[in-house]
């Protein structure tokens, strides 16, 4: 008998009747919450924010499918059963979905263009035609009135997409801004005039944007993003790794070698870690790279692939900040909760971005933040260093897969000689680097992007070593001076005895002292010696 083959979880797919028809393809089932926001008769009207393929577009269509009363895709699923209003044919209310995507434009008159296209098809959908005297906006308002008198139940189901991307391509020209912004405004504000005749809307994006005038008029909307009833709604919990996906995690693991709990664990450190609420303590994994991994077998930063996130980087670098001392950031959750696109706060921008994520409520209300798995610090490090070097060394992707060869085939101290001094030597004379902890951040994240297994201060019984890195030859404790020598460093680390935690085990324990020249701006030869 021919075995079974697992289903996949595509990450290519966002059309709910498509996935489900594709017996190959595997849904992680989310009905029961859909169900559960759908029901409500009164003000179901919505609106949430999530980062970037987090499954928006797939959440959209598999609610159009649930208001068509395609019952038979969901046999099996939590809504099957449950007494849904789509399942009985008068209660239908037609559905209009779509992606404000398609109103993206390079200049203002190319948004506009493409805003009355996307109006235009909608009224020619429902045999209205379209009134060249009137705005795109007003054509919209027409249009929502003519589908619900069109409607046997007089109701409508209206379904947008990345309500927030025509903005995206003006927030570095002010003027354009603010005419999109009253644009759009004038757009959604529609939303709100027929409110009555809307049974339900849903609105998804990935930043709220505040001092757009678009919420002002979509204050109608109930906002989930921050709901504990809803953290869940996308992305996947480990205990949904436990069951739907338990056995793609076994096959994930078994291209690895590993057992089931060693690839959770491994897949959970990568791509899990974003908690959505204050009030629920869930988190969830990303689902589009959790996808790309089961399916290749492989850990590796599938979110840069989605798109470079050049706006992020250099707000960090405005601010004069490098990834690692993102984790701890402190902020209230009205600070997360919207973003002003004219001078884009830095904490609601990661935070909504996908960057950042809540790691702890403290007593006092307030949310600490932090980068939510090893996937998203691969990525804030590799586009900090890649931005902070492109133009000193161009060369600089081919530089680092030769730090990364170094260090597996030649070991520590070749890389620290030979490929860490060039990357200390490329840092622009602009950034200066001006006291010992500015010049072990630099250190940390270089070593980060050659896969070494470092980590920073480790405390031992006298004291705090600056950072230790294990490779096969052993265990590397280091300690940093600033304008000294290597010689003061390695001694430091030996008469405070930073080696401790690390001399009763089986590799061998090395002391490393390494000395940035503020006059030389570049590292001394560093100084190795057994511990």
Not at 57 to 78: V, Y
Request: with cysteine; net charge neutral.
């Amino acid at each position: 008998m021919a075995k079974r083959k697992i289903q996949e979880l595509t990450t290519g797919v966002h059309d709910f009747p498509t996935l489900i028809g594709d017996r190959e393809n595997k849904y992680v089932d989310k009905t029961g919450l859909l169900y559960k926001l759908a029901r409500r008769k009164t003000n179901a009207q919505y609106f949430i924010s999530r980062p970037r393929r987090f499954g928006k577009s797939l959440m959209l269509s598999t609610l159009q499918a649930m208001f068509e009363g395609r019952k038979n895709l969901f046999k099996g699923l939590a809504i099957y059963d449950k007494p849904w209003e789509g399942w009985t044919a008068k209660n239908r209310n037609p559905v209009y979905n779509f992606s404000m995507m398609r109103a993206n434009g390079a200049t203002v008159e190319e948004f506009q263009k493409a805003l009355r296209a996307l109006v235009r098809d909608l009224n020619e959908e429902i045999g209205r035609p379209y009134d060249d005297d009137d705005t795109a906006s007003g054509n919209f308002g027409e249009f929502l009135k003519a589908a619900a008198a069109k409607s046997p139940t007089k109701k409508i189901v209206v379904l947008i997409d990345e309500y927030d991307e025509p903005i995206a391509g003006f927030l570095d020209d002010l003027e354009a801004l603010k005419f999109v912004r009253k644009t759009l405004h004038d757009f959604y504000e529609k939303l709100k005039d027929n409110s009555k005749s809307i049974r339900f809307l849903m609105l998804t994006g990935v930043t709220k944007l505040t001092k757009l005038s678009v919420f002002s008029g979509l204050n109608h909307l109930t906002d989930l993003s921050m709901d504990k009833r809803f953290a869940t709604l996308l992305g996947f919990t480990p205990e949904e790794l436990d069951g739907t996906l338990r056995e793609n995690v076994k096959a994930f693991g078994a291209m690895n070698g590993w057992d089931f709990a060693t690839a959770k664990t491994k897949l959970l450190d990568w791509y899990d870690g974003y908690r959505f609420s204050p009030g629920s303590e869930k988190k969830v994994c990303n689902p589009v790279s959790l996808g790309k991994a089961l399916v290749s077998g492989n850990l590796l930063n599938y979110w840069e692939a989605t798109g470079q996130a050049s706006m992020i980087v250099e707000r960090i670098k405005a601010v004069d900040e490098i990834p690692a001392d993102l984790n701890g950031i402190v902020a209230t959750q009205t600070q997360l909760d919207v973003c002003d696109a004219e001078t884009m706060p830095l904490m609601a921008l990661l935070y909504q971005g996908g960057y950042l994520t809540i790691k702890r409520v403290r007593p006092s209300g307030r949310l600490e933040l932090g980068i939510p798995n090893e996937e998203i610090s691969t990525s804030l490090a590799e586009g900090y260093v890649s931005t902070l070097l492109r133009n000193s060394m161009p060369d600089w992707n081919e530089e680092l897969a030769d730090a990364q060869d170094d260090l597996i085939e030649k070991g520590v101290e070749t890389l620290l000689r030979k490929n860490l001094r060039a990357a200390f030597a490329a840092v622009p004379h602009e950034w200066k680097i001006e006291n010992e902890r500015e010049a072990k951040r630099y250190f940390l994240l270089f070593m980060k992007l050659i896969g070494a297994d470092i980590s920073g201060e480790r405390q031992s019984a006298r004291g705090r070593a600056d950072a230790i890195l294990k490779d096969k030859s052993g265990v590397y404790v280091f300690e940093f001076k600033y304008g000294g020598t290597p010689r003061e460093a390695l001694e430091q680390s030996r008469t405070k005895d930073y080696a401790g935690p690390w001399l009763d085990g089986k590799p061998p324990v090395f002391l490393v002292g390494v000395n940035y020249d503020p006059e030389k701006r570049g590292i001394d030869d560093p100084l190795v010696e057994k511990a």
